[in-house]
């Protein structure tokens, strides 16, 4: 199965640049590279060091608002989860978060915190934590009774039903939701270097554009998705080994 499942990510992969390299040959736009002049690009931005001393910019507001969202996202999602009060308080906030246009925010992030690491962090933070914490809360909530009851019945106690059957029950959620959580972290972290200041891979991207180099805009964007994609199918594999032979999914009441 898991051979099958990678050969059908390798196609799928192969038909996408297979398009990509006709669209670009075509072409559809004189702004839209060719696969192969895109990965050449790459190559060479891999071999003088360019992409390396971007994405240690990057990463920086990338890995500190995504530990931030995932830490008090999974913790502020059980405990909403957990209390109907809390659930009907801070609910709407995060959908409010989740449904505001970022772009209009980051000029209000910027006049209060400036143009430094901690607006590009909170950019992050605004884009992955509602996604985490409203999985979380109702992959909690949604946890089967019956199972909770069976707990209660071998007089476990609330922190044990927590722990051991509620978390576990809801792990596939939870997690989806981090995924979820990373790939808006992602976007976050590039849209915050295009909007507040040009640095990292979003420098890359904006040079790149006003020289009109596409194939190296490209090849920052693609860049950019595969590191996404390494990112999230290692949450994946993460999941695999926490919660080997738990369900994926809840069972019915």
Do not use: H
Not at 32 to 42: G, I, K, Y
Not at 169 to 182: E, K, M, Y
Not at 213 to 224: E, K, L, V
């Amino acid at each position: 199965m898991l051979n099958r499942s990678l050969s059908l990510k390798l196609l799928s992969a192969v038909i996408l640049f297979a398009a990509w390299e006709i669209a670009g040959r075509i072409p559809v736009s004189f702004a839209f590279p060719t696969f192969l002049e895109s990965m050449d690009a790459l190559i060479r931005m891999t071999r003088d060091g360019t992409i390396f001393e971007a994405y240690a910019e990057t990463l920086q507001p990338l890995v500190v608002g995504v530990a931030i969202s995932a830490v008090l996202g999974i913790g502020i999602g059980l405990w909403v989860g957990l209390n109907s009060f809390f659930d009907w308080l801070f609910s709407p906030i995060f959908i409010v978060m989740q449904a505001a246009p970022l772009a209009a925010l980051i000029p209000l992030l910027v006049l209060a915190y400036g143009i430094g690491l901690t607006s590009k962090v909170l950019v992050v933070c605004i884009m992955a934590m509602p996604v985490i914490v409203l999985n979380t809360s109702s992959a909690v909530r949604n946890t089967p009774e019956s199972i909770k009851e069976m707990g209660k019945s071998f007089l476990a106690s609330d922190t044990s039903i927590m722990l051991k059957i509620i978390i576990p029950a809801a792990s596939p959620v939870i997690f989806a939701g981090l995924r979820l959580g990373v790939s808006a972290g992602f976007i976050g972290a590039i849209l915050a270097e295009l909007k507040i200041t040009p640095t990292g891979v979003g420098d890359i991207i904006t040079y790149s554009r006003s020289i009109a180099d596409y194939p190296s805009m490209y090849a920052a964007i693609f860049s950019i998705i595969l590191l996404a994609v390494l990112f999230l199918n290692l949450l994946e594999r993460l999941e695999t080994v926490l919660f080997k032979g738990n369900q994926r999914g809840y069972v019915s009441d």
